[in-house]
């Protein structure tokens, strides 16, 4: 709804005198596009699918899906958010996962067989481990894990496998001043976590996101589990452009890569030494916050980092091999004089 009225203004204040808004306005609008799909209708907080068998799914060989917790930790909370659950307020935003409310130090279990593809801190969640399974062509997601307890950090697991312990209240994406009720927040996708990117409504990470989270790729983890059932070919990945996709990983990086290039090479002609090592540490701060997100653009940013670096260095040498020619000159000079 908000996007609409972001074109009107656009549109209004569109002035070729003032360039630097009309540049600004373009760049906020591509990067503001992404959230301006409108939520489908049937995007609504679905109840989960009756979890009361799955304990004893851990115990299966035979089945591929198993319950990640030892408990259902359904009960003891009012209202663990359920999939597709709304957000409150005129931001409407959509849960991607179900939440199970168990205590802090609970063991978390691998739900299927899979290779992890990450396990960090990210914000909002404490740690966070995300496991591929490319034999069903999804990837699980478990939120809210325990910094300061033992974690699985990579590596391929089996079905039942403890990857991790869920989080106090104060170390699960929570404060000591905003605490969060302890809880796994557990997402499965279709899709493997690199086919998304780091940014946007299709970040691969996303908790709560403003399309309907079944549109994006979002499953259902209880309908999954409980279905026991991989569709041949594994689950189908969800269809959108490539923009839809990309657009906001790919201007950030390209924002980056291009203004640090430009600075490199302007600091290059002009022998700035100072330049060059500003825009090597902006490059690799920005790889740096680049890779946390898992988006692309870090390769690149780290490269260029790396040749900031080397065009210092060179320009360090040069200098010092500049000035002890002068001197050497000047000791000539001197001594032809003496002559
Ligand atoms: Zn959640």
Not at 48 to 56: F, I
Not at 89 to 104: F, I, M, Q, T, V
Not at 119 to 129: A, E, K, N, Q
Not at 190 to 214: L, V
Request: net charge neutral.
């Amino acid at each position: 709804m908000r996007c609409p009225m972001i074109l009107r203004e656009w549109g209004e204040k569109q002035n070729p005198a003032n360039k630097a808004y009309f540049v600004a306005s373009l760049l906020w609008l591509v990067l503001l596009s992404s959230g301006c799909s409108q939520p489908a209708a049937t995007c609504y907080q679905q109840p989960r699918a009756d979890l009361s068998g799955a304990l004893a799914y851990a115990a299966d060989d035979e089945l591929e899906f198993q319950y990640p917790l030892p408990e259902l930790g359904l009960k003891d909370y009012p209202e663990p958010a359920r999939f597709c659950k709304a957000s409150r307020g005129s931001n409407r935003k959509y849960h991607a996962a179900e939440d199970y409310h168990l205590p802090a130090g609970t063991p978390v279990y691998a739900f299927a067989d899979g290779v992890i593809s990450f396990s960090g801190r990210m914000g909002g969640y404490g740690w966070l481990i995300i496991i591929d399974h490319p034999q069903a062509n999804i990837y699980s997601l478990y939120g809210h894990l325990s910094p300061s307890r033992w974690k699985l950090k990579s590596g391929a697991v089996e079905k039942g496998d403890l990857i991790g312990y869920l989080g106090d209240s104060d170390e699960n994406g929570g404060s000591a001043k905003n605490p969060l009720v302890t809880h796994l927040h557990f997402g499965i996708r279709a899709g493997q976590r690199t086919d998304y990117s780091g940014q946007g409504e299709w970040r691969w990470m996303a908790g709560w996101i403003k399309p309907c989270p079944s549109d994006v790729g979002w499953l259902k983890p209880s309908q999954v589990i409980t279905g026991q059932e991989i569709p041949p070919g594994g689950f189908p990945e969800p269809e959108g452009s490539l923009f839809e996709k990309w657009g906001e990983e790919l201007i950030l990086s390209l924002f980056n890569v291009g203004g640090g290039l430009v600075a490199l090479i302007y600091s290059l002609k002009k022998k700035k030494t100072f330049i060059s090592i500003f825009a090597t540490a902006m490059l690799a701060l920005a790889g740096g916050v680049f890779s946390i997100k898992g988006t692309r653009g870090y390769y690149a940013l780290f490269a260029m980092a790396v040749l900031g670096l080397g065009i210092v260095i060179y320009q360090y040498l040069q200098k010092r091999n500049e000035e002890q020619g002068e001197g050497e000159g000047r000791e000539a000079q001197e001594e032809q004089g003496q002559q």
